[in-house]
């Protein structure tokens, strides 16, 4: 597969989201670095920053993808994520759920309010965020779930030790509030009750995606000097800061090379050449 044509396309639908959502071109670069890199997002923000719109435009640009998306609350049950029981399957004596159209099958996934996420989902949501396996209700092998990279949205920052869990399994946050440029406010306001033109389109194959994921960013080049930069900080980082909001793991300290080299893939620049 041609990398460089997977690229291009990558920087094509981060320009014509950017140009669509008023001052969140970082955002929008940075939310697709995370899906190049196989990783999970955390956009935080208050309500009406298009956080879930963002989402939403960019997981549809991946043609041929399962998207999948859900609005947490205290009270969702891990078969409304992962799959409801058959019912027709239980009528004949069956226990047997239906995964199509669920987390299990989902590649990209967008989850609000992810932080509100229930007592009795939690450990099947940390499962399907670090490993991308569910355990079936029934019993039996664990289920591979297919799963790129989930975008997940909140308003508020995890509050405890349960939440807290979720939190470090999401490598890349990025913070958004209200537009702070007036000129750009008055043209969201005009967008809103004009009919503008068709907005160009650029989308991306499945197939080109996951090549890109699976092959392409880990074969990046990366200097030994950066490796030396992450040893002298890294774990003190971690035992330092014990709050959820700064403390860094050492599975967060694993992941934080791709979105650097997914970086490079996007910019058609290998091997990366400076830190």
Known sequence: MDVHDTAKRLR????ELSDRFYERADVVRTLIVTLLAGQHSLVLGP??????EMARELTGRVEGAAYWEILLSKFTAPTRMF?????????????R?????????AHIAFIDEIFKCSTAALNETLGYLNERIYHPESGGEPIRCPLIGAITASNELPGGEDTAAI???LLVRIEVGYL???SNFTALVRSAVSRPAAPERTTVELAALQHAVAEEVPAVAYPTRSWTRCARCGPPCGARNSSPPTA?????????RRPRTSTAVRRSARPICRC
């Open 97 to 105: 759920q239906v995964y199509d159209g669920r987390a299990t099958t």
């Open 12 to 15: 094509a639908i981060g320009d």
């Open 83 to 95: 799959g409801p029981i058959d019912v027709a399957a239980l009528a004949r004596g069956e226990y």
């Open 167 to 169: 939190y470090d399994r």
């Open 47 to 52: 309500p009406g920053t298009a956080k879930s």
């Open 180 to 182: 702070a440029d007036k």
């Open 248 to 256: 860094a793991g050492g599975r967060r300290w694993g992941c934080c």
